[in-house]
């Protein structure tokens, strides 16, 4: 008997072990592979096998499963197969992540919006497996889509009025989503930051960094339409008539709550309430809980609101030194700019420079600086071609804004049109008898200019 069993053992041991052997899961893998590129069904079979004898061989038995499913799910024909490869493909995501732990791939997310995308299960089923995703995997929660499916819903859910939801909790979630729709486009914009201050020293980028730039680019645009449909969402909830009485009410309670004062300031500011007394009130409260560079910009905006432009300054400057985020800095350096731009052209130009500077896809400094050339025909040139030749000079900066940040060509193509078209034209530049020619702007500009050949 014991003879026997030794024996069974040994021809089970000797079946696993031929499963599991790493020749025949490659082979397998290799397979299913080529036949998920080829759109071929049987690439579902091969991946039923890797599962079911190489479930931790490795990585891409998820990856390339998950392609191999989702076609599945686009060729179901009836809703209860749509519905059996929907529920398998979550099923593979739990296996991912219990065979390759920490493996990075946002698959609770990945869950959530695969039910919400194909209209299977509940609202309430999709929003659940987003509100865990979001707390116990944020680090990969980093599709723009599921980011605001995941806000849409709960709001649904405020609106509804059917689960107690209050306005604080509307506001924390958008705050907290918010805050991760900035973290990610952090991250893009100092890669993409880094690839145009490589372009501005005169080198020329890879193929590879060139696709990088454009993927870049355009995740940078998901997450700013994202951002701009999640202020439409909540613009009804949060105009200044809704927001003054409401933080007002909550002042007292979380005076001592920099979080809070933080997020109070920021709405009240976002939706250009700042001039209200209550946002001088959070915002000193803020500075005096700690006096960080974001509280030291909202003073800034307090003192400017009263009139009292040289404190303004100076807790703009004080902010811009502090804050280690390029966006923020450059935006205070901005915003600066923008404080000069009617007094005082050069100082100006300086400010917008020091957004470049720290962050050079900062592209509104170029259009504001194309503004302050093109406003500047008349303080600058000896006569009246060379005056109008500022045009060029101040289109070419709005070219600028359109190449480093793509959500600005629309605005950019179209000022940069209107100063080319207020420049000399091709008569005016064959009576000059100016054309290739270098024209310098001795003013406080201080640049020149190569006369176009039209």
Same mark, same amino acid.
């Given at each position: 008997m ?9 021809i089970?041991?000797g079946?696993f ?5 790493p020749e025949?899961c ?9 036949s998920?590129?080829a ?6 079979e091969?991946l039923t096998?890797?599962?079911k004898?190489?479930?931790?061989f490795h990585n891409?038995i ?15 024909t009836?809703p209860? &197969?749509?519905e059996?490869y929907?529920r398998d493909?979550l ?5 991912h992540?219990k065979?390759f ?5 946002g ?6 919006m695969t039910l919400?995308e194909?209209n299977?299960g509940t +609202?309430?089923e999709?929003?659940?497996l987003?509100e865990n995703?979001f707390?116990?995997?944020k680090?990969?929660f980093d599709s723009? +889509?599921?980011?605001?499916?995941y ?16 306005l604080?909790q509307?506001?924390?979630k ?5 805050e991760?729709?900035t973290?990610?486009e ?11 201050a ?6 020329t ?7 990088s +730039?454009?993927k870049y680019?355009?995740?940078?645009e998901?997450?700013s339409t994202?951002?701009?449909?999640m ?7 949060s105009?200044?008539? =809704?927001?003054?009485p409401?933080?007002?009410k909550?002042?007292e309670?979380n005076?001592?709550?920099e ?8 709405r ?7 001039g209200d007394?209550?946002f ?13 560079? &974001? ?10 609101q ?7 300054l100076?807790?703009f400057n004080?902010?811009a ?7 923020k800095?450059a935006f205070v ?8 731009s =009617?007094?005082n +052209? ?6 917008a420079?020091?957004?470049l500077?720290v962050k050079?896809s900062?592209?509104?400094?170029y259009?504001?600086i194309?503004?302050l050339?093109g406003s500047s025909?008349?303080?600058c ?15 070419q900066?709005?070219? =600028?804004?359109?190449n480093?940040?793509t959500?600005?060509?629309?605005a950019?193509?179209?000022?940069a049109?209107s100063?080319?078209?207020a420049?000399?034209s091709?008569t &005016?530049?064959f009576?000059?008898g100016?054309a290739?020619?270098r024209?310098?702007f001795?003013?406080?500009?201080g640049?020149?200019?190569?006369v176009p050949?039209?």
């Amino acid at each position: 008997m014991k003879t026997k069993l030794t024996l069974l053992f040994a021809i089970a041991t000797g079946f696993f072990a031929q499963a599991q052997s790493p020749e025949a899961c490659t082979e397998t893998l290799s397979l299913m592979a080529s036949s998920a590129k080829a759109k071929d069904p049987s690439a579902y079979e091969y991946l039923t096998t890797l599962r079911k004898d190489c479930p931790s061989f490795h990585n891409g038995i998820y990856t390339y499963g998950e392609f191999v499913i989702n076609q599945a799910i686009d060729k179901a024909t009836t809703p209860a &197969d749509k519905e059996k490869y929907v529920r398998d493909l979550l099923k593979l995501y739990d296996e991912h992540d219990k065979n390759f732990p920490n493996n990075g791939a946002g698959n609770q997310m990945k869950k959530a919006m695969t039910l919400f995308e194909n209209n299977i299960g509940t +609202k309430a089923e999709a929003y659940q497996l987003l509100e865990n995703a979001f707390k116990t995997d944020k680090t990969n929660f980093d599709s723009p +889509k599921a980011l605001y499916t995941y806000f849409e819903l709960f709001v649904n859910d405020y609106e509804a009025a059917n689960k107690g939801i209050t306005l604080q909790q509307v506001f924390d979630k958008y705050d907290d989503i918010s805050e991760k729709l900035t973290e990610e486009e952090k991250e893009l914009s100092e890669a993409k930051d880094l690839l145009l201050a490589k372009e501005d020293a005169g080198e020329t980028l890879s193929s590879r960094e060139e696709r990088s +730039k454009n993927k870049y680019e355009i995740n940078l645009e998901a997450f700013s339409t994202v951002i701009g449909s999640m202020d439409s969402k909540i613009v009804e909830l949060s105009t200044c008539e =809704k927001l003054i009485p409401f933080y007002q009410k909550g002042f007292e309670e979380n005076k001592n709550n920099e979080v809070w004062l933080k997020r109070a300031a920021d709405r009240l500011e976002a939706k250009e309430c700042d001039g209200d007394p209550l946002f001088s009130k959070i915002s000193e409260a803020l500075y005096r809980l700690n006096p960080s560079a &974001d509280a030291a910009y909202k003073l800034g905006i307090v003192e400017l609101q009263r009139k009292n432009t040289s404190k303004a300054l100076d807790y703009f400057n004080k902010a811009a030194d502090m804050f280690t985020d390029n966006s923020k800095k450059a935006f205070v350096y901005y915003r600066m700019a923008t404080m000069y731009s =009617k007094s005082n +052209k050069s100082q100006s130009r300086a400010y917008a420079r020091k957004a470049l500077a720290v962050k050079p896809s900062y592209g509104k400094a170029y259009l504001l600086i194309a503004q302050l050339y093109g406003s500047s025909i008349n303080d600058c040139g000896n006569n009246p071609f060379d005056k109008r030749a500022m045009y060029w000079l101040a289109a070419q900066y709005a070219d =600028k804004a359109g190449n480093v940040d793509t959500s600005l060509k629309g605005a950019a193509s179209k000022m940069a049109g209107s100063y080319r078209a207020a420049a000399p034209s091709r008569t &005016d530049i064959f009576e000059s008898g100016k054309a290739g020619e270098r024209i310098s702007f001795n003013c406080w500009v201080g640049e020149s200019i190569t006369v176009p050949k039209l």
